[in-house]
């Protein structure tokens, strides 16, 4: 029977990384990431570990990476599709000022309110406003209305993959010019280069076809510049142009 502590590296370790070394990643956490991981964000990982569908979660090293780069572009308003139980979100709350605002969209709030009392014990619960339900009716919404146009700083998607596409149509005129758009699961598990013949979940093949006509669209998208980054399961990075 596995150890607890190798049950709480499974979390992390493979198909979290498409790192090809699991020790290398194992490095990287034990020595980048958990050292520096504050205590809120380690409390909601560890809880998150115990849901069943704990694989849905934000890698620990894709939460620091976010973190980070919030603060680096000053970030106050932002927006995240798809909360879980809040790991990212809670990544982001903590690199805000404490007058930033987070509109954060998800179709299961009881998952959302697992991770809500550590969020709300790290004193930053106040920056999140949270919609249950489908986000593409709220953005229609938001687009009509007229006052967000090019509102947010920052924009984190990693909710339906079938649906990116669709988000991408409306987000890139919620993102200001020089904001950044981030869709996770870019590189979905390693499957982008996958034959069609490859033995794959069902889930993950479901999805590869959305994932890959993701990818190729954004490429060809003159309105952003991008970075794709083998950070967690893929993270594309999109700073709109104009």
């Not at 620990?60 to 106050?76: R, S, T, V």
């Not at 919620?174 to 034959?195: C, E, F, M, R």
Request: glycine share 8%.
């Amino acid at each position: 029977m596995a150890t607890k502590q190798e049950a709480g590296r499974h979390q992390e370790v493979g198909h979290k990384s498409l790192l090809q070394s699991d020790a290398l990643y194992q490095y990287i956490l034990e020595t980048s990431v958990y050292p520096r991981e504050p205590e809120s964000m380690k409390e909601l990982r560890e809880l998150t570990a115990q849901h069943p569908w704990n694989i849905m979660t934000t890698s620990a090293d894709e939460g620091q990476f976010l973190n980070m780069l919030l603060k680096l572009i000053n970030a106050k308003n932002t927006m995240e599709i798809g909360v879980y139980t809040g790991y990212s979100l809670l990544a982001t709350a903590l690199a805000l000022p404490d007058d930033g605002k987070i509109l954060a969209m998800d179709i299961n709030k009881e998952n959302y309110e697992l991770g809500l009392p550590v969020i709300q014990k790290a004193g930053v619960a106040h920056k999140i406003d949270f919609k249950e339900g489908p986000a593409l009716p709220v953005l229609d919404q938001m687009i009509e209305d007229g006052k967000y146009h090019g509102s947010f700083d920052f924009i984190f998607v990693d909710a339906d993959k079938d649906n990116y596409l669709n988000y991408h149509k409306r987000l890139i005129d919620l993102v200001k010019v020089g904001g950044i758009i981030g869709y996770d699961n870019t590189l979905w598990n390693g499957s982008v280069v996958a034959p069609p013949d490859a033995p794959l979940r069902k889930y993950v093949r479901y999805y590869r076809d959305f994932v890959l006509e993701l990818n190729k669209a954004l490429a060809a998208d003159p309105r952003i510049e991008i970075c794709m980054l083998p950070v967690g399961d893929g993270i594309t990075l999109c700073r709109r142009l104009s």
